[in-house]
């Protein structure tokens, strides 16, 4: 039924464009594009919103660099993702292993995966809290049936970060398993039967069928936690607010009390325009990592 | 049956146990009385609502779950709507700035909200939206994430049926909403789902701009309640707020299981 050629379709329609998108570009100006410029501006001056704006010049970049409570936020959130990428794609892509296979309730298991990551980070971190609790808690009370010391989950400084991305790890984890499967799934079986065939090993049937068909998905992953991580931030609010000894202070939640408890605004977006660059380097870097690695 | 595939069941049956049983805990600690909660497995000990009852006593739980249903549907609705227009005019119009616009689009997607977060705020006191249930909304209003979403469906779609509808006279928003919205009900789950999701769970952004508790959402009350005093260390009574913030998201997955997975995964692989 094509009668007519096709050129309307594509064609300028005068105003109307921009008058479809003016409710999309006026938000656009007003919450993002505004805010942008207006956080650079902010870094150079100081304001708690009453009173007048005070230009500071570089005093607030220099701030940052002396800052050491900032620092260690950042360190606290590096030291969560080092625990929690690896743990998540080591699970995850277990998971989704064995869930490729020919197995019966597939979607059951799927969908049990999946429930913690629907759910608010403020149900789980409470749930987790009491699996946590050092007296009552779960977890140790399976310790000490097993006759096994209790650990302190939550007040060792050297642990508490590490439990918090176990538990981050626990809520995402199922988002990562059908991501994997996805990825699974676009290998034919009959590659693995002919490399059985071949007489290739189980390992070099991963190394040389699976993970590249998988290296799209494991980059994603990558990216994706990082960024989840570096906005870690309800977690530690609730669980120990930043304790013991700041140990669980993300950067987020740093800047989040020095804007809304200090009323710091020129220093806090400073802090964010920064966190923000720092987010975006780390991500870049990732994908030229993973780029020449395929 | 083979010993891989028996070992292979029992980690998978291990790993949905453990997946699913705190959720069931937490079920179950709000039923039972305080002093037994310490000691719960498996099996209730003892029924009360006591912990529900006490809960509304104490904060405006009510107010909360409405105000969470509210700004969560003009959201949706706003990102449903407002996605459809632009993701239609960058897929079937041709203007100047296109390729830019297309770019700056793709550019918000990607960048850190940590960039914008202060500057926002103090947007909201400026504009005097602190305390307004505009400052969870209309901020909201607008998603990349939909807007790509909805470009890439209506490329699928031929231009001759927009060209025939033109020709009846039909206006740009009936073609969008009328005639392009029917053909992309796909699209519309994924972007609505999401948006829905986000929203509910969207703590930190409330926690910012409201103060007034008759205000808060769900998430932001339920955890203010959790670090404050006001729960007087009754666990129960916590763990009922937390129930209640949980089970709206619970059974709309219960229902839509399978379009939560699959929108999730889609918004994973562009994200």
Not at chain 1, 182 to 210: D, K, N
Not at chain 1, 211 to 225: H, K, R
Request: proline content about 5%; hydrophobic content about 55%.
């Amino acid at each position: 039924m094509k009668i007519q050629v096709n050129k309307g379709g594509k064609k300028g329609r005068g105003l109307a464009p921009y008058i479809i998108l003016s409710p999309y570009l006026l938000h656009l100006l007003l919450f993002v594009l505004f805010p942008i410029v207006f956080s650079v501006v902010l870094a150079f001056h100081k304001w708690n919103i009453i009173s007048p704006m005070e230009y500071v010049g570089l005093d607030n970049i220099q701030r940052l660099f002396q800052d050491r409570l900032f620092w260690k936020s950042v360190l606290n959130t590096l030291k969560f993702l080092i625990v929690h990428i690896p743990l998540q794609i080591v699970i995850a892509l277990a998971l989704a292993y064995f869930l490729n296979e020919k197995i019966l309730m597939r979607g059951f298991f799927r969908a049990t995966f999946f429930l913690p990551v629907v759910i608010s980070g403020v149900v789980v971190t409470m749930v987790w809290q009491q699996l946590y609790g050092l007296e009552t808690g779960l977890l140790n009370r399976a310790l000490i049936a097993l006759h096994l010391p209790r650990v302190e989950w939550l007040s060792n400084p050297y642990m508490a970060m590490i439990s918090i991305a176990v538990m981050a790890t626990w809520k995402n984890v199922g988002l990562y398993v059908i991501l994997f499967l996805t990825g699974l799934q676009t290998v034919p079986r009959s590659y693995y039967e002919a490399a059985e065939v071949e007489g290739a090993s189980a390992w070099q049937q991963f190394r040389y069928i699976t993970l590249p068909a998988i290296n799209p998905t494991l980059f994603m992953v990558a990216v994706l936690s990082t960024i989840g991580g570096f906005s870690l931030f309800i977690e530690p609010y609730i669980m120990t607010d930043g304790g013991p000894l700041n140990s669980t202070l993300s950067a987020m939640l740093y800047i989040y009390k020095q804007a809304f408890g200090y009323y710091q605004m020129g220093y806090s977006a400073t802090l964010g325009l920064f966190f923000a660059l720092l987010i975006m380097s780390v991500v870049a870097v990732q994908k030229l990592v993973i780029e020449k690695e395929s | 049956m083979k010993a891989p595939k028996l070992f292979f069941y029992i980690l998978l049956a291990g790993a949905s146990l453990s997946f699913l049983y705190p959720f069931y805990w937490m079920l179950l600690a709000t039923l039972t009385p305080e002093a037994q909660i310490g000691a719960l497995g498996f099996l209730p000990a003892g029924l009360t609502m006591d912990n529900y009852q006490l809960l509304a006593d104490k904060i405006p739980i009510g107010r909360a779950l409405l105000n969470s249903f509210i700004v969560a549907a003009l959201s949706t609705t706003g990102v449903l709507v407002f996605g459809a227009m632009t993701g239609y005019v960058l897929a079937k119009m041709r203007f100047a700035g296109r390729n830019l616009l297309f770019f700056i689009i793709i550019f918000t997607m990607s960048m850190p909200f940590q960039l914008t977060l202060i500057p926002n705020y103090i947007l909201m006191v400026e504009l005097r939206w602190t305390d307004t249930l505009a400052a969870l909304v209309i901020p909201a209003l607008n998603s990349a994430f939909a807007i790509l979403l909805f470009r890439q469906a209506f490329q699928s779609i031929p231009d001759d049926l927009i060209h025939a509808a033109r020709v009846d006279g039909c206006s740009e928003l009936r073609i969008i909403f009328q005639i392009l919205l029917p053909n992309v009900i796909p699209a519309v789950i994924t972007a609505g789902i999401i948006t829905f999701m986000n929203s509910w769970n969207d703590v930190l952004w409330p926690l910012i701009v409201i103060r007034n508790e008759q205000l808060m959402t769900m998430p932001q009350l339920v955890a203010l309640f959790a670090v404050g005093g006001r729960s007087e260390a009754q666990l129960g009574v916590k763990l009922a707020a937390a129930v209640l913030l949980a089970l709206p998201i619970i059974v709309a997955y219960a229902v839509f299981q399978r379009h939560f997975i699959q929108s999730m995964a889609s918004s994973g692989l562009k994200g």
